[in-house]
């Protein structure tokens, strides 16, 4: 009798179990929703582990390296969902009330496009990630970095073509902002959707940053050259003798990187000895064509026997002297025969992206470039092979039309005298933000669908200008390039201030 009650009740299990799992796997439409809706996927195996009975101090430090990498993933996150991570992230740095489980539920509300495990390349593993000899951080000093902390990883996200089969090539874009800063918003990230037009596979490089060394950096780019040849190889993509990358300012130094120092069959054993060499490492390094816009310079020195075709591109005025430095960087890869093009556009500064609209100190000829840039790749496929250029460019500087209208700013900054007298109002209020703390002069209009904000942060004049819509803004310029993704957050504090808005 015990025997068969034992029984019964396994087969009550088994059916239970069954229908579970006809209920958890719909049919149709229904199953395909089901799959979308989980498929934002994995990146809970990426993040810290939160809890609301963790002290105040913890539960920050966790939840900023949380942000800090969901950062690093923009590109694969929904932006209103991410926008709701950042605030979360502000508000735990305020300590606000409540701030531990809105920081969780906006955490837990992360929608991606895809996959971390599908559209994400790290570098290096954690424990064979290599740094400069003698270089050591304590956790404190990584996690008081602008935009990493303790545990990140450099990474490539993938942008792919729906067909990757079909790219004629396939770009590493690297953002500027020194060594200090990725300016993504103004640069790698719009390159995406230009050069994925253009036809080509896009990753966006997640470089290192400060404390981290210069040679840290021209590991990572190193590394990440490496790993999309050898995947473009794997994965059997197209345009595998189109290799490029392309980087702008600080960014430019770090395509520049490998060409001057850790070019061809180098390994990052030249800087790092206790680093171990893998597969990947035995990858070819060079690539075809590199593009350093705005920035960038080419050792005297450089021993390198397989320097790739360039594109270089920069302002007339940029206050950076790019124009120069690109120049002598041309005059010197014609002096050794290496195919180059340089384009200086006039009335243009520096910061200008791949030209597109409402770019820092762009003119409308600065988008122009990347189509430039498009045709001169197709003109160099397989240059890192040895194989002659299709067609060889002219060796010669092109000079575009004087600009048409420089963006619009002010024509100096810092000033009440110099804001136009559009914005009727202004009010002064304190802030935290992402940067962190600062004291906010806010302009606007007299029916609050503009916004002038200034302040100081990274020892530096920031100004943001923009428009507002239904309570969501819309940046048209940013001084430095770094501001637009705290922009929204700043307006509804102006709004929401004490301070009242006062006549100018």
């Known amino acids: 009798m015990k025997k068969l009650l034992v029984m019964l009740l396994a087969a009550i299990m088994v059916m239970s179990l069954f229908s579970i799992t006809a209920m958890a796997e719909p049919a149709g439409e229904a199953a395909e929703e089901e799959i979308k809706q989980a498929d934002p996927k994995d990146i809970g195996d990426y993040l810290w582990e939160l809890s609301t009975d963790m002290s105040d101090e913890d539960f920050y430090k966790y939840s900023q390296r949380n942000y800090k990498f ?98 004629k090539g396939n770009i590493i874009v690297v953002s500027g902002g020194g060594m200090t800063n990725r300016s993504n918003s103004g640069e790698a990230y719009p390159a995406i959707e230009v050069f994925n037009n253009l036809g080509y596979n896009v990753f966006v490089l997640q470089r290192r940053i400060r404390p981290y060394s210069d040679e840290d950096i021209f590991m990572d780019m190193q590394r990440s050259i490496r790993m999309v040849r050898y995947y473009a ?6 345009g595998q003798d189109m290799i490029a990358d392309c980087g702008w300012s600080g960014g430019a130094a770090t395509v520049m990187g490998p060409v001057n120092n850790l070019y061809g069959d180098l390994n990052p054993t030249k800087y790092c000895s206790t680093y171990v060499p893998d597969e990947i490492d035995a990858v070819n390094s060079d690539t075809d064509v590199t593009m ?67 770019a820092l100190k762009g003119t409308e000829e600065c988008a122009l470039w990347p189509g430039y840039a498009d045709e001169f790749m197709m003109a160099n496929k397989g240059h890192s092979t040895g194989a002659a250029p299709a067609e060889l460019p002219e060796a010669d500087t092109a000079q575009v039309p004087e600009a048409i209208a420089e963006d619009a700013a002010p024509a100096e900054e810092g000033t009440d005298g110099d804001i136009p007298a559009d914005y009727t109002q202004v009010k002064v209020f304190d802030g935290t933000y992402g940067f962190g703390d600062a004291e906010i002069t806010a302009y606007t209009n007299d029916d609050q669908t503009a916004f002038y904000l200034t302040w100081e ?19 048209t310029y940013d001084l430095t390039g770094f501001m637009t993704g705290d922009a929204q957050l700043i307006w509804d504090d102006a709004v929401a201030s004490a301070q009242e808005w006062v006549a100018r």
């Open 292 to 358: 350093p816009i705005y920035g960038g310079h080419l050792d005297e020195d450089c021993e390198n026997p397989n320097i790739p075709a360039m594109y270089m591109c920069a302002g007339s005025e940029d206050e950076t002297g790019a124009a120069d430095h690109i120049q002598e960087v041309y005059n010197r890869l014609v002096e050794l025969g290496i195919p180059a093009r340089i384009d200086i556009f006039e009335g243009a500064g520096h910061g200008f992206g791949v030209g597109q609209e409402g």
């Open 70 to 167: 969901v950062q690093s993933l923009e590109p694969m996150v929904d932006a209103d969902t991410f926008h709701a991570l950042y605030v979360a992230s502000v508000h735990a740095k305020q300590k606000k009330d409540g701030y531990k489980e809105e920081f969780m539920t906006a955490q837990e509300n992360l929608i991606l496009t895809q996959s971390v495990a599908d559209g994400v390349y790290f570098l290096w593993d954690a424990d064979n990630m290599p740094c400069l000899d003698g270089e050591e951080f304590t956790e404190e000093e990584l996690d008081e970095g602008v935009l990493d902390s303790y545990g990140f990883i450099p990474l490539l996200i993938k942008c792919l073509l729906e067909d990757p089969t079909q790219a």
């Open 233 to 238: 190889e794997k994965e059997g993509w197209g």
């Open 457 to 475: 942060a990274f020892d530096e004049n920031q100004i943001l200008e923009g428009t507002v819509e239904d309570g969501i803004v819309d940046v």
